[in-house]
C-alpha cells in the first residue's frame, strides 16, 4: 500500500500549461512547445492572457489577480474536467500570474517552473535593467510594426536578435493578431503593483533565470528562491527569453527537474 501511495505521488506530470509575458502570446513559444511533447511526452497547453493572441481582441485587466482568473476561466476542456493537478511553465510576466494563481488555487497546481519572472518586491532596476530602457521604449514607442518587433527582440534575446526570420514570424504573429499599446500598457501597469505574497505553502517549486538577461536581472529570481526557499538553475549566457536563446538547454532542465 505504502508503495502504491509513493509511486501515485511521484507520478510524472503529464499536462502542463504553458505562459507567456509582457505582449507575447502562444505562438512566440515557436516550436518549443511541440519539442516538449516529443521529448518530455508532455501534453502542452498554452493559454494567452487577456488582451493578446487569440484575445487580443480583449482589454487586458490592470492587476494579476484579474489576469490570472481570466486566464483560469479559459482552461482547455481536459484539464477543467479533470481533479488530477497540472503543472505550470511561466516566463516572465507570466510567472507573476502562475505565483497568484499558488497563492489562491494550489489544488489546481502540481508544480510551476518559474522562467526569468519577478515582482514587485524586487528594486525597480533589477526589474526592468537600466540597459534595457532604450530597446523597451523602441518596442513602445516605435513608428511601424517590424520596428516594434525588431525592439523587441533586441531586448529579449542574446542569440537571435538579429535574426531576419525570427523578426519575420513575429511581424506575421503581430500582424495576424495586432497587439495595441493600451494593452500593452495595462500589463506593465499589473506588472508594477504585484507583490509576492509573504508566504506560499506546500512543495518546492523551481525557478530559472539566465545571468546574462539584458532585461529582467536575475537578482530577481535570486530574491523568490531566498524568500520562499526554493531552487533556482541559472543559464549563463542566454537572454530573457529562454526559450527562444537555448530550448536544448532547457528541456534538460526540465528531465531533471519536472
Known amino acids: 500500500m505504502a508503495n502504491h501511495i509513493q509511486s501515485t505521488i511521484e507520478a510524472p506530470i503529464k499536462d502542463w500549461v504553458f505562459l507567456r509575458g509582457l505582449s507575447r502570446e502562444h505562438a512566440h513559444w515557436g516550436d518549443f512547445l511541440s519539442r516538449c511533447e516529443a521529448e518530455l511526452d508532455w501534453n502542452c497547453h ?19 489577480s484579474a489576469i490570472r482568473r481570466d486566464v483560469q476561466t479559459r482552461l482547455p476542456h481536459p484539464l477543467q474536467n479533470s481533479t488530477k493537478p497540472f503543472g ?6 507570466g510567472g507573476m500570474v502562475a505565483l497568484d494563481w499558488l497563492a489562491n488555487s494550489p489544488e489546481q497546481i502540481a508544480k510551476i517552473i518559474f522562467i526569468n519572472t519577478s515582482t514587485g518586491d524586487c528594486p525597480l532596476f533589477q526589474r526592468l535593467q537600466i540597459k ?77 533565470s539566465s545571468r546574462a538577461d539584458r532585461m529582467v536581472s536575475y537578482h530577481c529570481s535570486e530574491c523568490l528562491a531566498a524568500k520562499y526557499r526554493w531552487p533556482l538553475v541559472l543559464h549563463n549566457s542566454a537572454g530573457h527569453d529562454l526559450p527562444i536563446d537555448d530550448p536544448t538547454w532547457l528541456i534538460e532542465v526540465f528531465k531533471r527537474n519536472a
Open 46 to 64: 498554452a493559454i494567452d492572457l487577456p488582451g493578446f493572441g487569440s484575445e487580443y481582441q480583449r482589454q487586458s485587466p490592470r492587476n494579476i
Open 132 to 208: 534595457s530602457l532604450g530597446p523597451a521604449l523602441g518596442a513602445l514607442l516605435a513608428p511601424s510594426l517590424i520596428k516594434r518587433e525588431r525592439a523587441a527582440l533586441a531586448m529579449v534575446s542574446n542569440c537571435h536578435s538579429n535574426d531576419p526570420e525570427l523578426l519575420k514570424d513575429w511581424c506575421q504573429i503581430s500582424t495576424a493578431r495586432p497587439i495595441t499599446k493600451t494593452n500593452v500598457l495595462r500589463q506593465l501597469f499589473a506588472a508594477a503593483r504585484y507583490r509576492a505574497p509573504a508566504t506560499i505553502s506546500g512543495a518546492p517549486q523551481l525557478l530559472i
Open 88 to 93: 505550470i511553465i511561466a516566463l516572465s510576466l
